[in-house]
């Protein structure tokens, strides 16, 4: 089993940063990816950035490709998403979740998830 704890949420003003943190426990190797999915009230959960723990390989969506950066720390078991020029729209609970080895935008092929963390960006 894989438990992931996010933290980093916040409020912060458009235009503004921040920066989201993934910790994973138990049986998780540097294979793994950990993801980031957002949901915003009334709408489907998003794909928005994957890695695997290594670093090796990475993913975006579209939406936040230049405004958005996921990085790794093995050692730490750890992914972070550094948010920066963030806009309304960006405002979502923002999910972490992780998988053996699928990287990409279909949440039914992670197997593992987290509570998730708010972010809200005021206009």
């Known amino acids: 089993q894989v438990q992931l704890v996010e933290s980093g949420g916040g409020l912060v003003q458009a235009g503004g940063s921040l920066r989201l943190s993934c910790a994973a426990s138990?049986?998780?190797?540097?294979?793994?990816?950990m993801g980031w999915f957002r949901q915003a009230p009334g709408k489907e959960r998003e794909f928005v950035a994957a890695?695997?723990?290594?670093?090796?390989?990475?993913s975006y969506a579209d939406s936040v490709k230049g405004r958005f950066t996921i990085s790794s720390n093995n050692a730490k078991n750890t992914v972070y998403l550094q948010m920066n020029s963030l806009k309304p729209e960006d405002t979502a609970v923002y999910y972490c979740?992780?998988?053996?080895?699928?990287?990409?935008?279909?949440?039914?092929?992670?197997?593992?998830w987290g509570q998730g963390t708010q972010v809200t960006v005021s206009s």
């Open positions: 138990g049986r998780i190797y540097s294979s793994y990816v």
């Open positions: 979740a992780a998988d053996r080895s699928y990287i990409g935008a279909n949440a039914g092929r992670y197997d593992y």
């Open positions: 890695s695997s723990l290594s670093g090796f390989r990475l």
